[in-house]
Each structure stands twice: as structure tokens, then as C-alpha cells.
């Protein structure tokens, strides 16, 4: 059971302004269920019994990213997950991860992975290395996803493949990040099973030499 009162408390003591939006995040998302390979991530700001953080008490982050005038983001975990696969909520509940901005909102950032998991798509390592070398600008005859895409992450297909982009801090023109392959009912009862590992974390784990060299 949350204690509404002393999370926003917290949230003040943090220095977040506003907390309104964050304590609304918690009531929608509080408990939410995020699968990361094997593991089963649970969403919210403050957990009963977490695996990662102290029981009642919000994690804050201060010095991973700065805003837009230079000021370090004030940055809360959003998620009981191990620290390297960490995701950050801030005041105007901006989805982050390590590597920056991921969406614009809690709502796309569920929406997007609800859409991943309903199709028959099948994550492609050498297809998301290739992305990773180039940008939105550099794809021909590939059509925007508009209705899972915000301002941090673009997705986009063509006849055999959804992309991946991503725009904000450590991307800054529309980079790619990841690649999923279309297949068929057919394909998928015969093809070898992915990895068990999140394809997104893989992904990740890939980029941080080339982010941080």
C-alpha cells in the first residue's frame, strides 16, 4: 500500500517541484508489469518488497544527464530492476534510460512495447548491428509506425523489417538503435527461439563502446 502523502514528501525533498504528475504515474503504472528477458520488472517509484531499492523509498538519480540549460536532471527510478538495466522517470515524466530520453511518456512507452509483443516479429542481432550505423536519413522506401513513435523513438518498416530510432542526448540525429524481422505464422513455429535475453537490453549493451568509447 502506498503512503501518497509521504511519497510526495520525498518527491519534494528530491528537489521535484511539481510532484503532481509523478504521483499520478504511480497510481496508473504502480505495479505494472514490464517483461526484460527472463526477468520480470516491476514498475513504480516506491515498492513494498523490492529486489533492488530500500522498501518506501524513491532512488534518485542526479548525475547522469543535464537539461536543456546545463543543470543536472533530477531524475527518479522508475522501475525495481537491476541498476544496469535501469529506466529513470523525471518531473514531466520523460521515460530514460542510461544511454538518455526514451519517450515522451509512461503511456508510449507501454504502448510501444505492447505493439513489439503482439506482432510476429523476431529480433535480428546482425539486422539491429546495421541499423546502428546509420540514421533515419540514410533508409530508403522504409514507411514511419507514427501511432508508436514520439519525439525520443522512431519506429519504422518496410516489407521484411521494423526499425528502431532513437533522438535525444547521446542520439542526436535520428540514430539506429535495433531491428525486429517479420515473419510468418509458419516461421515462427520452425525458426530457433531468440535469445532469452530482452533484445532491447542486448541492443543497449551493444552501443555502450560506441557511446562511451
Not at 10 to 36: C, S, T, V
Not at 102 to 117: A, G, H, R, T, V
Not at 152 to 166: I, K, N, W
Request: charged share 25%; net charge negative; glycine share 6%.
Amino acid at each position: 500500500m502506498v503512503d501518497y502523502a509521504d511519497l510526495k514528501q520525498q518527491l519534494e525533498q528530491a528537489g521535484i517541484q511539481h510532484p503532481e504528475e509523478l504521483l499520478d504515474f504511480q497510481r496508473k503504472f504502480g505495479g505494472r508489469i514490464y517483461r526484460n528477458g527472463l526477468e520480470l520488472v516491476r514498475f513504480g517509484l516506491v515498492h513494498e518488497r523490492p529486489a533492488w531499492f530500500k522498501p518506501g523509498k524513491i532512488c534518485v538519480e542526479t548525475d547522469l544527464f543535464e537539461d536543456e540549460e546545463g543543470a543536472p536532471s533530477i531524475l527518479i527510478n522508475c522501475a525495481d530492476i537491476n541498476p544496469q538495466d535501469a529506466f529513470y522517470i523525471d518531473e514531466n515524466c520523460v521515460i530514460y534510460d542510461l544511454s538518455g530520453p526514451i519517450n515522451e511518456s509512461p503511456e508510449m512507452f507501454f504502448l510501444q512495447d505492447n505493439y513489439l509483443n503482439s506482432q510476429n516479429l523476431k529480433w535480428d542481432l546482425h539486422k539491429a548491428q546495421e541499423i546502428q550505423k546509420k540514421t533515419i536519413q540514410d533508409m530508403a522506401g522504409v514507411l514511419p509506425l507514427t501511432h508508436i513513435s514520439d519525439r525520443y523513438s522512431q519506429f519504422y518498416e518496410d516489407d521484411e523489417y521494423v526499425y528502431y530510432f532513437r533522438n535525444g542526448y547521446y542520439f542526436k540525429n535520428g540514430e539506429g538503435f535495433d531491428a525486429w524481422r517479420k515473419v510468418s505464422v509458419e516461421q515462427e513455429n520452425t525458426e530457433p527461439p531468440v535469445s532469452e535475453q530482452s533484445s532491447v537490453t542486448q541492443c543497449f549493451r551493444s552501443l555502450w563502446q560506441r557511446i562511451w568509447p
